[in-house]
């Protein structure tokens, strides 16, 4: 079945620690986003990708990294530059002239 | 600054108790509106696209709506199963594929 899959659903991060989220899809979209969703807040763009070896920053970059090496995945790395990164983050795919997102699962982050 | 506001915030029904939901939106060129809905603990499932003012789409119980500054979407006879979190999202010119999105509504619907 095609899709977006995210891992892993549930990640804890130590202080000062960098954690990585994964994003892999099989649908051969070429755009890839990085989404993140805080309660009570709707969803804030953190990066975006719209081809391999590109990608921009969104609203909210600062304190995340990615990289699209490959048009299957897109990984974002959380690093310890980011104060308060407990969210829920959302991963999503589009090809480019069809503007429908199509999103994974999540991944829920929280800060031991 | 393009601004995509919903509401309301949230929504209690009976089952059976017809409504809708609200999205303003106040953007520099309008290239798309779109509705998700989301369930707890999931991502957002895409539901409608609408693109100009006059437009509806529909789907079971759920009908969207477009004017030049807001979107409705209507719920008929809304059962259990309709519970969700509805997210309303903007594309605009020069934006590429990149949404911007409102708080949502949570809805809940009971017997």
């Known amino acids: 079945d095609g899709g977006i899959t995210q891992s892993p659903k549930y990640l804890f991060r130590k202080e000062g620690q960098n954690v990585t989220l994964s994003c892999e899809q099989n649908?051969?979209?070429?755009?890839m986003y990085w989404y993140r969703q805080d309660p009570g807040q709707g969803l804030r763009l953190i990066y975006y990708?719209?081809?391999?070896?590109?990608?921009q920053k969104g609203d909210i970059a600062e304190g995340y990294s990615v990289s699209r090496e490959k048009k299957e995945s897109f990984p974002l790395t959380v690093t310890s530059a980011q104060k308060n990164p407990t969210a829920f983050y959302l991963c999503?795919?589009?090809?480019?002239?069809?503007?429908?997102?199509?999103f994974g699962s999540g991944t829920q982050l929280s800060v031991l | 600054e393009d601004q995509v506001t919903q509401s309301p915030e949230a929504l209690r029904l009976q089952e059976g108790e017809s409504s809708s939901l609200n999205c303003s939106y106040t953007?520099?060129?309008?290239?798309?509106l779109f509705w998700y809905r989301q369930d707890p603990g999931k991502g957002p499932e895409f539901l409608f696209t609408?693109?100009?003012a006059g437009e509806e789409k529909e789907k079971e119980r759920l009908k969207a709506t477009l004017t030049k500054k807001e979107s409705f979407l209507h719920i008929t006879a809304p059962k259990p199963e309709d519970s969700a979190t509805y997210l309303c999202?903007?594309?605009?010119?020069?934006?590429?594929?990149?949404?911007?999105f409102g708080t949502g509504t949570q809805l809940k619907v009971e017997l």
């Open positions: 999503a795919s589009s090809s480019t002239d069809n503007e429908k997102l199509f």
């Open positions: 990708s719209q081809i391999v070896n590109d990608f």
């Open positions: 953007v520099s060129g309008l290239r798309g």
């Open positions: 609408l693109y100009s």
């Open positions: 999202a903007v594309r605009v010119a020069g934006g590429g594929n990149k949404l911007t």
């Open positions: 649908l051969n979209h070429d755009a």
